[in-house]
C-alpha cells in the first residue's frame, strides 16, 4: 500500500491542495485541529445554527461548501478536531484527536497550519473588553457575535479594514478605526498601483466606504497607547505613532469605549516546519520567521512542503494557489501555465501589500509595568532587568525568566519580547526549540497513541548494594 | 563570530587559587564555598551556566528515591537546602511537604517493604501506608496502587529559580564567571593552565565539576572517569487546581510526579531520549514519552484530560556503580572532580560543598571515600 501524502491543516490552503491531489487519484489525510473544516477564512457558523441567509457573513458559503466537497471524495481521510503533536520520524506524523490517536508515515506532508496574530502589549490591555481582531471575526463568522456597546478597532493591515468593516456589516456600532500606517504610504502604494490586483484595491476602498458610511471615525498614522477601565474597559488611548514605533504619549486623546478590537498584524505558525526540520528565515516585510521554501513550494527539507499563511502572510486567493502548486510539485506533474502566471502574479501583490502596511519601525506600546508574557504574568519591566538579556539570547531570557514557559508556550510574547528587549529576530541559534507536543494536548490523547514503539522501562537503580 | 557579545570580552590576566569547569550545581556551591574561605575562584562553563541538568531536571528533592548509601547525604543536603532561600536572599520554590513512593503490583510492593526497612535503619522518616491509608491521605492515587511508603521528607525545589538566584549569590561573592568558554586543553603538573577557547586561565587548582562531561575533561589529564549518559525525559502541564500535595515515586524508580506551585504538573522517572554528548541534540523519544505518559496516568487518574504543555530531555551523567565521583583525580595532587550523583539535584550542594571543603582546607566535614575518582581506574575498559 503505497504511503498517503498528509496534509496538516483544512483551510483554504490545505483543502485546495487536497482537492488537486485526490482527484488525481492520490491517497490524502487531511488532519485538522478544528471541529470544522475551512480554517479561519472560511470559518462557518455551525449547521445546527437557524439563520436567515444574510448575505455579508455567509458572503463566501458557496465556495467553502464547494471546496469542502474534496472531505467526501474517495481518497480523502478527514481527521477533525485531531492536533499534529510531533515528528517522531522521516516524514512521519503523531496525531491525536477524540478518535484515534497514533502515526502515519506519509509519502509527503503538506503544512497549511496558517497564521497566528501578532500581539501588542500595551497599558491595560488584559482588560475584559480587548479582543483581537482574528478572534472578533471568528465570533462573528462562527457564531454571528459581536461586541456590544461602543467599539474601537485599532491595529496595523488589512485585518483592520476587515475587522471593522465586518463588524459594521453585522450590526456593531463602530466609533473608532486607527491605522497605525500612516495614508501618505498607503496612499503612494495604492498610487503607484501596488494594489491594482483585482479586486483588492476595490475591496480595501469599499471597506473603507463603508466605515465612512457608518460615521466612525478613520485614523491613520495613530496607534493605541493604553486602556482604562476599573473592571472592564471603559476608554482606549490613542496617540499617533511616533518615529521610534511607540506612541506619541503627549499627544494622546481618550475614546470613551465598551469594546477594543486590536490586529497588528499577522504572524507565520513556524513552530511545525521547526519541529520537522525545516530551515527558516527572517522576513523583513513581516518583521518575522517564515520557513525556507523553493520554487516548488517544497521546504529544507525533502518531501515536505509549507502553503498558505503558514509559510508567507498572502491571504485566502494565494492560499488556494499554493495549495495547487504544491500538490503538482508533490505529484511531479505540470501545472497548468494560468495557475502558475496567476500565482506569480499575486504573490506580487502579496508582497507589496505586506510592504505598504510594513513600518518603518517594530511598534511598541508597553510601559516597564505591562505583563508581556500573560502565562507568567512578567512585566516589561521584569523582563528589561533579566540577567539572561546580556547573552542577546531569548532562549536565555526564557530559561532565567520563564517568558513563553506558560500554556501558550511563547506564542503570544516571544515575538514581541524580542523586540521589546531589543533582541535579534534574525538569529535562530538564540530562539529556543519547538518541542511536542506542538499543541497543549490532554495526557489522556497522548497516552492513547496506538502506533508507540514497544515501552523500554528505565534501568532501575540497584537499591540494595 | 558569536552572538555573544559577553563572550567575545577578553579574559581576565590574572591567575586563580582554583578554575572551576562547569557551572551547574556542583560548581556553584563548590565556587560558592572557596569564596567564602577566602580563596579567588573562576568558573568556566562551555555554554551558559547553569543550563544542562542542573536548569532541566524536574526539580525533585526526593530522599526515598535514592541508593542506601547515598541517603545520610540525602539528608545532609537537605540541611543545605532548608536554608538556601534565606542565604540566596530569593524564593527558590523550594517545599518540603513529603511523597509517596508507591507499588502497582505485588511484586513491587514486596520490594518497597524491603527497601523502607533498609531506610529506617539508616535513620529516614519512612512509614508504610495500607491502601486504606492512602485513599484517605492521597484519593487522587489510584486505587490500582496496591502499596505505598510516604515520607515526609522528601520534597522540592524549583530548578530554574534556584539557578539565577544561586549565580548571583556565587558572583556577590566575587567569583568570576565565564560562560560559553568551552576548555579545549587542561595543562597539568606543577603549572596548571585551563587552555580554552578565549585563551589560558591560570590556576593553583583545578575543579572538574562538568556533569556528564567530566569524563573529557578528566581524559585530557590522562585519567579514565568512566560515566554513561542517561538522556532523561520530562514533561510538563498546563496549570491545573492544586491537588497533589506530594511527590510521587516509584517502587522501581520508573516515575517521578509532582504539581508545583504555579498548578502545573511534571511528569518525569527517567525514561530516556535520544541524543549523544557528541551530537549535542536532546530528543524526545515518542515512544518513550508515551509510555511514560501512560504509566502517569495509570498511577493518577486525574490526569487524563489535563493537557501537556512541553516535552524536553536533558543529559545525565551516570558512574558504573551510581555513586558521584568526589576527590582527587588519581595520579594528580590539584586536579579534582566531583560530578554525577544519581539524583545530582538533590546532592549538589553538598557534593559541591564538600569538594570546596576538601580543596580549601584539605579535608571534608563527611566521609567522602566511597566516593572516590580513582575507584574504577584499574577495571579495564
Known amino acids: ?63 467553502f461548501d464547494e471546496l469542502a466537497k474534496v472531505l467526501t471524495l474517495p481518497g480523502v481521510r478527514y481527521l477533525s478536531s485531531t492536533v499534529v503533536w ?52 471568528n465570533l462573528a463568522k462562527a457564531h454571528g457575535m459581536v461586541p ?59 471597506y473603507r466606504a463603508r466605515i465612512m458610511a457608518a460615521r466612525a471615525g478613520f485614523r491613520t498614522g495613530w496607534m493605541v497607547a493604553g486602556a482604562r477601565g476599573k473592571d472592564r474597559l471603559t476608554a482606549v488611548g490613542i496617540a499617533p505613532v511616533g518615529a521610534d514605533g511607540r506612541p506619541r504619549r503627549d499627544k494622546q486623546q481618550w475614546i470613551e469605549a465598551d469594546a477594543l478590537v486590536v490586529g497588528y498584524g499577522l504572524l507565520p505558525g513556524t513552530e511545525t516546519a521547526r ?118 539570547s531569548l532562549n536565555a531570557v526564557k530559561t532565567s525568566s520563564r517568558l513563553g514557559m ?30 511536542p507536543p506542538l499543541k497543549p494536548l490532554a495526557v489522556g490523547l497522548l497516552a492513547a497513541d496506538k502506533d508507540a514503539g514497544s515501552a523500554m522501562e528505565p534501568d532501575e537503580i540497584t537499591l540494595s548494594e | 563570530m558569536s552572538a555573544y557579545p559577553d563572550s567575545e570580552r577578553r579574559l581576565p590576566s590574572r591567575a586563580y587559587d582554583v578554575a572551576v569547569i562547569g557551572g551547574g550545581i556542583f ?47 540525602t539528608l545532609w543536603s537537605w540541611e543545605i537546602w532548608e536554608t538556601l532561600a534565606e542565604r540566596l536572599g530569593a524564593d527558590i520554590g523550594l517545599r518540603r511537604d513529603g511523597g509517596y513512593k508507591i507499588a502497582m503490583t505485588e511484586a513491587e510492593a514486596e520490594r518497597l517493604d524491603a527497601v523502607s526497612m533498609q531506610q529506617k535503619a539508616l535513620g529516614l522518616d519512612v512509614r508504610r501506608l495500607t491502601q486504606a491509608d492512602l485513599r484517605r491521605t492521597a484519593p487522587w492515587i489510584s486505587s490500582d496502587c496496591v502499596a505505598a511508603t510516604y515520607s515526609p521528607q522528601d520534597g522540592y525545589a524549583n530548578p530554574t529559580l534556584v539557578g539565577p538566584a544561586l549565580r548571583r549569590a556565587v558572583e556577590r561573592s566575587g567569583v568570576e564567571i565565564l560562560d560559553d568558554t568551552a576548555v579545549e586543553e587542561i595543562r597539568s603538573g606543577d603549572r596548571l593552565g585551563v587552555v580554552t577557547r578565549r585563551g589560558e586561565i591560570q590556576a593553583s587548582k583545578i575543579a572538574i565539576t562538568s556533569g556528564a562531561w567530566s569524563g573529557r575533561l578528566a581524559a585530557m589529564v590522562g585519567v579514565r572517569l568512566p560515566i554513561s549518559l542517561d538522556v532523561n525525559m520530562v ?133 567522602i571515600d566511597i566516593f572516590n575518582p580513582g575507584r574504577f581506574a584499574h577495571v579495564a575498559a
Open chain 1, 275 to 392: 519541529l520537522f526540520g525545516c530551515r527558516t528565515e527572517h522576513n523583513p516585510a513581516l518583521n518575522g520567521l517564515v520557513p525556507w521554501r523553493d520554487d516548488t513550494l517544497r521546504t529544507s527539507e525533502e518531501g515536505i512542503y509549507a502553503i498558505g499563511d503558514g509559510a508567507g502572510i498572502g491571504g485566502v486567493e494565494v492560499a488556494l494557489l499554493e495549495g495547487r502548486i504544491a500538490a503538482h510539485s508533490i505529484m511531479g506533474t505540470r501545472a497548468p501555465a494560468s495557475l502558475a502566471s496567476r500565482y506569480r502574479r499575486l504573490d506580487g501583490y502579496r508582497r507589496k501589500l505586506n510592504l505598504a502596511y510594513r513600518m518603518p519601525q517594530p511598534l511598541l506600546a508597553a510601559t516597564d509595568d505591562t505583563i508581556i508574557c500573560r502565562c507568567e504574568e512578567l512585566t516589561l519591566g521584569r523582563l528589561l532587568a533579566d540577567p539572561g538579556r546580556g547573552r542577546n
Open chain 1, 406 to 435: 506558560g500554556r501558550c508556550q511563547g506564542r503570544n510574547c516571544l515575538h514581541v519580547a524580542s523586540s521589546l528587549l531589543g533582541l535579534a529576530t534574525d538569529d535562530l541559534t538564540t530562539h529556543p526549540r519547538a518541542r
Open chain 2, 27 to 73: 560548581g556553584l556551591f563548590c565556587a560558592l564555598t572557596l569564596a567564602d574561605a577566602g580563596k579567588s575562584v573562576v568558573v568556566i562553563d562551555r555554554g551558559p551556566v547553569w543550563s544542562e541538568a542542573s536548569a532541566v531536571n524536574a526539580g525533585s528533592l526526593g530522599v526515598q528515591n535514592k541508593l542506601p548509601a547515598l541517603v545520610p547525604y
Open chain 2, 235 to 367: 514533561s510538563v502541564t498546563e496549570s491545573a487546581r492544586p491537588t497533589i500535595e506530594n511527590i510521587v515515586t516509584h517502587a522501581r524508580g520508573i516515575l517521578t510526579l509532582k504539581q508545583v506551585a504555579n498548578g502545573s504538573c511534571l511528569i518525569g522517572g527517567g525514561w530516556q531520549g535520544i541524543g549523544t554528548l557528541e551530537n549535542q541534540r536532546k530528543e524526545v523519544s515518542y515512544d518513550q514519552l508515551v509510555h511514560n505518559l501512560r504509566l502517569a496516568l495509570r498511577v493518577i487518574p486525574g490526569l487524563e484530560r489535563l493537557n501537556v504543555v512541553r516535552s524536553w530531555a536533558g543529559y545525565e551523567g551516570v558512574t558504573p556503580d551510581s555513586l558521584p565521583y568526589l576527590g582527587l583525580l588519581p595520579g594528580h595532587r590539584n586536579i579534582y572532580c566531583a560530578a554525577c550523583a544519581r539524583g545530582g539535584f538533590t546532592l549538589g550542594p553538598l557534593m559541591g560543598q564538600l569538594l570546596g571543603e576538601l580543596i580549601s582546607h584539605g579535608e571534608t566535614s563527611k566521609p
Open chain 1, 148 to 206: 456590544t456597546g461602543r467599539v474601537v478597532v485599532a491595529g496595523n493591515g488589512p485585518l483592520v479594514l476587515v475587522a471593522a468593516a465586518t463588524l459594521i456589516a453585522a450590526g456593531a456600532e463602530v466609533v473608532g478605526v486607527v491605522e497605525a500606517q500612516s495614508d501618505i504610504r498607503l496612499a503612494s502604494a495604492a498610487v503607484s498601483g501596488l494594489f491594482a490586483a483585482p479586486g483588492v484595491l476595490r475591496t480595501g476602498i469599499g
Open chain 1, 1 to 63: 500500500m503505497s504511503r498517503p501524502v498528509v496534509i496538516i491543516g483544512a483551510g483554504p490552503a490545505g483543502l485546495s491542495c487536497a482537492w488537486e491531489l485526490a482527484s488525481a487519484g492520490r491517497e490524502v489525510v487531511l488532519i485538522d485541529d478544528n471541529g470544522m473544516a475551512g480554517g479561519q477564512y472560511f470559518r462557518q457558523l455551525p449547521e445546527t445554527y437557524q439563520v436567515s441567509r444574510d448575505a455579508r457573513l455567509l458572503r463566501d458559503k458557496a465556495r
Open chain 1, 86 to 137: 510531533g515528528a517522531p520520524g522521516n516524514k512521519t506524523v503523531a496525531y491525536a484527536g477524540p478518535t484515534s490517536s497514533g502515526r502515519i508515515e506519509a509519502s509527503a506532508i503538506v503544512i497549511a497550519t496558517g497564521a497566528q496574530e501578532k500581539s501588542l502589549p500595551f497599558p491595560g490591555w488584559t482588560l475584559p473588553g480587548i479582543i483581537s481582531a482574528g478572534g472578533c471575526l
